[in-house]
Structures are given as structure tokens and as C-alpha cells.
């Protein structure tokens, strides 16, 4: 169950695009992958000035993580995951593996670590999974981070699972142990950057995912597991008392988040296969947008279900930033259940600003049918539901500087009181004989 198994099963199928020309690791990469990701997972054999392939774009599509994860379309994956999160499973920590074949003194510079945009503050690691324990609490997320120098990257910690963790630290004044590692199968990048629950180890959520066969490996310097097949497994800790400025960066809504002094990760030993491949996400790219949003999906479609029974879809749109904008579609059965739906979805990922739910005729990952669902069934005096000073995303540069934003839930199902004919979609009779047919 590592990245590699999985590209040769893409490849297999013509879903690995390998580029064997010399390219940039400075926004030469990260054009390649913005313009691929959709299409393949991008292998890039040759970047200037590194001996080390980089691989982007593996969970860019739903089609793709899907596969990794052997489930069958949308619905099954959330009840997988909401499986998962309620039921974790212990992994195995075994005393070897595939990221130990080599140990080494750290060398940041020998890893060949993207610049994406050009207002970014620099090179930046970001597949990069940070495990870290307190207490009896294990935790495994994705952060951003920013070389400083060859030992040396600058964290960025939102305050949520790994801040608490690395805050109880801070007030003893101890460094908090991290185990970061980088290459790694899809379950693990989904479980990392998925909403488990505080105390949950994504480890645990991924293993689930996986059928039992996660195998972990210890640090030798730190109290901090790696998967036991990654590619590239770095030991650090985080400072307790030294903050540098971090960013610019490009988060997914594809705009500059600000320059902010954050946490140093000082990394004392790096273990790696022989010959590793180096894995990135290019930020507020397809994969960023999907990884980000998907495991909130899954949430939604759990909340809206406890307000109406049947719920087909949820889709948080690639144009909404994978973060923002939800469509969600429901089997409406009496009026004001589209209502109930759109403030469920708003309590179950308060990030969300903008809300379209439709019938379950609509294909919610359709956006045309969807913008026809709100042509044909949506009035605005009736349908629109109004939140005023809501919190929001940080991440929307159009909140109010408190971070207030105002919500509005667009209610697009069939008004249950007009004929439903009216709102049918026009058929033509045997449309897909008659073109196979006479088209050939
Ligand atoms: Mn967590």
C-alpha cells in the first residue's frame, strides 16, 4: 500500500503522464502540473538540479482517489470514511521498512521542493504529513511548509488539531516531536487532510481505509511514526520559542494568504528509500481542492441526512475553491425541507459560504444543470435564505477583517405546491438509439 504501487496501477491504465525533459523545480513544475492534473497524475523524471523525480497530481481526481480507495463512486466513499473516523484500527509498528533503506544528516537542498507561484516566499514542502502525539493524543495532518534553510521550515499551524498539541508543548516549554513524512499511497493523504474527529489518529482512519495493512516504523531520534513504505520520512521537532514570517503563499482559493510569524520544525534526520520519488500538491490546484473538501462532503451529506432521509449528492465545486461553495441534492418531501437542508450543511462546515440545494434530478456535479435547476425552480424572494455576519473562512479575502461573512443558502427544489410537470426536463423518445443508429 505505498504511492509507488498505486502509480504503477495508474500507469497500467495510461493515467501516469511522465515528463522526461529537464524542468524548472521554479514555476516550471508547477505550470506542468496545473495543466495535467486533470488528465493524469504527472511524473516528472528530470528537474534541474536534483537527482530525485518529482510525482504530482495522484489524488487530483474523484476518479482517482476512488480507485486507490477501492470504493464505488461518492456515496459509498463517505459511509467508508464516516466509517472510518467512528471505528480507527490500531496499525502495526514493524522494526523496518522501505523509507529506512537510507539514514542520513538533513539536507533540505537535496530534495527537490517546488516554488509554485510568483508571489510566493519561496520553496515550499506540501505533501508533506506531520504526525505528532501528546499526551495520549496521536495526530497526522498536511502543512505547508516553507525551506528556510537545509535544516530548517517554517510551519504553518491553523488553530486546530496539531495546534493544541503543539500549544500544550509550548507552556511547558519543550519542543514538540514531529514525524514528517512525504510519498505516500492516497488513503493517507485523504485521512491527513480529512476533518477526523480531535484525538483521532489519521494513521488509525487510513488503516481503516486500507483493510489493516498500514504498517508504521518509529523514529530513531524522536517519539514519532512514519509509514513504514513512504518515500521520504524526516525526524524534527518544532521550536518552542522561535517564530520566523511565513508566506506569502497561495492557499486554494488561489489568492495570497498574508505573511504571518509562525512556528520553525528543525529537522534532525531524514530517512529515505534509495531511490525516492518526491511527492507535492500544487497549491489551490485540483488536488489541493478535492483533498480539502472531500472529507467535509462526507460530513454534509451525514448532516443533511438527519433532516431529510434521502440525500443523492454533495459536491463542494472546484470553482468554490473545494472549500466555499456546496451543491447538495435531496429527496424533498414536504415544503421547507430544502430550508432545513441548506442549514444543516452551513453547521456542518462552517467554512461554507455560498449553498445551492436541488432535487435529486439534478446531477450536483453538473454545474450547468445545477445553474438550470436555479433558473427554472429557484424564486429569490421565496428560496433564499439570508445569514448576516456569519463566521466564515479566513480564507475568503472578501470577510470582514473579523472574519464575519454572510452566507446565503439557495433553496433550488420544485415548489411541492405547482404541478410537478411544469419543472419536468423535456425527454426526446429513444434519443440514444436514434443517434447510435443513424450517427454510427
Ligand atoms: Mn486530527
Given at each position: ?34 495543466k495535467?492534473e ?7 523524471e528530470?528537474?534541474e ?13 474523484r ?10 463512486g ?8 464516516l ?9 502495526r ?101 480529512s ?8 494513521y488509525?482512519?487510513a ?49 495570497y494568504?498574508?505573511?504571518r ?12 528509500r ?11 490546484g485540483?488536488?489541493?481542492r478535492?483533498?480539502?473538501?472531500i472529507?467535509?462532503?462526507?460530513k ?31 429527496g ?39 445553474e438550470?435547476a ?9 428560496d ?28 433550488a427544489?420544485?415548489?411541492l405546491?405547482?404541478?410537478?410537470e411544469?419543472?419536468r ?16
Amino acid at each position: 500500500m505505498s504511492l509507488r504501487g498505486f502509480l504503477s496501477e495508474l500507469e497500467g491504465e495510461g493515467e501516469v503522464y511522465r515528463v522526461k525533459a529537464q524542468v524548472s523545480p521554479r514555476f516550471e513544475a508547477a505550470a506542468i502540473i496545473r495543466k495535467l492534473e486533470e488528465k493524469a497524475a504527472i511524473y516528472l523524471e528530470k528537474i534541474e538540479g536534483f537527482d530525485i523525480p518529482v510525482v504530482a497530481g495522484v489524488c487530483a481526481t474523484r476518479r482517482r482517489l476512488f480507485k486507490a480507495l477501492r470504493v464505488d463512486g461518492n456515496l459509498d466513499f463517505y459511509q467508508r470514511l464516516l466509517e472510518a473516523f467512528s471505528n480507527p484500527s490500531r496499525c502495526r509498528v514493524v522494526d523496518d521498512g522501505p523509507v529506512r533503506e537510507v539514514s542520513e544528516e538533513p539536507d533540505l537542498s537535496k530534495l527537490p521542493i517546488l516554488t509554485f507561484y510568483e508571489g510566493d516566499g519561496g520553496p515550499y514542502l506540501t505533501a508533506g504529513l506531520v504526525y505528532a502525539r501528546s499526551g495520549g493524543v496521536e495526530n497526522v495532518s498536511i502543512h505547508r511548509l516553507m525551506v528556510l534553510d537545509k535544516r530548517r521550515l517554517a510551519i504553518r499551524i491553523v488553530p486546530r488539531h496539531l495546534y493544541r498539541l503543539w500549544r500544550e508543548a509550548r507552556e511547558k516549554g519543550k519542543p514538540l516531536d514531529v514525524a514528517i513524512t512525504v510519498g505516500v499511497h492516497p488513503a493517507l493523504m485523504l485521512a491527513a487532510s480529512s476533518p477526523a474527529p480531535f484525538g483521532t489518529s489519521e494513521y488509525e482512519v487510513a488503516n481503516k481505509l486500507l483493510g489493516g495493512s498500514l504498517k508504521l516504523v518509529e523514529g530513531e531520534i524522536v517519539e514519532g511514526y512514519a509509514p513504514a513504505e513512504a518515500e521520504i520520512f524526516l525526524e524534527g521537532r518544532i521550536l518552542p520559542n522561535v517564530e520566523v514570517e511565513e508566506g506569502p503563499f497561495t492557499d486554494v482559493t488561489g489568492t495570497y494568504d498574508a505573511v504571518r510569524r509562525q512556528p520553525v520544525v528543525e529537522v534532525l534526520r531524514v530517512h529515505r528509500r534509495r531511490n525516492p520519488i518526491y511527492q507535492t500538491i500544487l497549491p489551490a490546484g485540483l488536488e489541493h481542492r478535492l483533498l480539502m473538501g472531500i472529507g467535509y462532503e462526507a460530513k454534509i451529506w451525514s448532516a443533511v441526512r438527519n433532516v431529510t432521509p434521502e440525500v443523492g449528492g454533495v459536491n463542494l465545486t472546484v470553482g468554490g475553491c473545494g472549500w466555499l461553495h456546496a451543491v447538495v441534492a435531496i429527496g424533498k418531501q414536504r415544503e421547507g425541507d430544502g430550508k432545513n437542508a441548506l442549514m444543516a450543511a452551513f453547521a456542518a462546515h462552517p467554512s461554507l459560504k455560498h449553498v445551492v440545494v436541488v432535487d435529486l434530478d439534478i446531477d450536483v456535479y453538473n454545474l450547468e444543470m445545477v445553474e438550470w435547476a436555479l433558473a427554472t425552480r429557484f424564486q429569490g424572494d421565496r428560496d433564499l435564505l439570508v445569514l448576516r455576519e456569519a463566521r466564515g473562512s479566513t480564507l475568503d479575502p472578501s470577510a470582514s477583517p473579523e472574519g464575519l461573512t454572510t452566507k446565503l443558502g439557495f433553496d433550488a427544489t420544485r415548489p411541492l405546491n405547482l404541478p410537478p410537470e411544469a419543472f419536468r426536463r423535456a425527454e426526446i423518445p429513444g434519443a440514444e438509439e436514434a443517434c447510435k443508429k443513424i450517427l454510427k
